[in-house]
T-cell receptor
């Protein structure tokens, strides 16, 4: 089945540093979504990507849809303590009306030291 | 506008019991999806409902069922609970029919089976 592999699994950084994480798949995706989840809460949508090669920003966050359609990248610039959380990539499962069915990566845990 | 709401927030049940979880989508969203998230993993797709019809089902046993009401709210039912059903159950809504895959999640219901 379709699987999304995220790396790194966890990151420990100092406040002010930039962060990069990625998500890869053996299958082609037509959409990539990036979510952030904090303890006790549901995932919050950060960025949505719909075209290969697309580069989209949301404040200090920038995400890219890989040219091969099999990967995506998320960068966070000048990290702050509130960036702490688990970052998930997600994409629609194949088949039928896939817009309601997402498969998720295993997440990247981000810790920011003040 | 209110986001996706879920009830209850927390629930403790005993093995063999049945549970019903509820979800109200964002106003105007007609598609609701359910996900199970066990500790340390990304959400796993359970069901998608659109216009009161099941449009997709993940790899979950028949003990899991759901329905969607005319007002687009939804219920997830789990029968004969097992210890392994302990998880965070997430509901997500989306603007179906637009070709866009963005889903917005509620805070989840934390189910503990003892």
């Amino acid at each position: 089945g379709q699987q999304l592999n995220q790396s790194p699994q966890s990151m420990f950084i100092q406040e002010g540093e930039d962060v990069s994480m990625n998500c890869t798949s053996s299958s082609i995706f037509n959409t990539w979504l990036w979510y952030k989840q904090e303890p006790g809460e549901g995932p919050v949508l950060l960025i949505a990507l719909y075209k290969a090669g697309e580069l989209t920003s949301n404040g200090r966050l920038t995400a890219q849809f890989g040219i091969t359609r099999k990967d995506s990248f998320l960068n966070i610039s000048a990290s702050i303590p509130s960036d702490v959380g688990i970052y998930f990539c997600a994409g629609p499962l194949a088949g039928g009306t896939s817009y309601g069915k997402l498969t998720f990566g295993q997440g990247t845990i981000l810790t920011v030291h003040p | 506008d209110a986001g996706v709401t879920q009830s209850p927030t927390h629930l403790i049940k005993t093995r063999g019991q049945q549970v019903t979880l509820r979800c109200s989508p964002i106003s105007g969203h007609k598609s609701v999806s359910w996900y199970q998230q066990v500790l340390g993993q990304g959400p796993q797709f359970i069901f998608q409902y659109y216009e009161k019809e099941e449009r997709g089902r993940g790899n979950f046993p028949d003990r899991f069922s759901a329905r969607q009401f005319p007002n687009y709210s939804s219920e997830l039912n789990v029968n004969a609970l097992l210890l392994g059903d302990s998880a965070l159950y997430l509901c997500a809504s989306s603007l179906a029919g637009t070709g866009r895959t963005e889903q917005y999640f509620g805070p989840g219901t934390r189910l503990t089976v003892t």
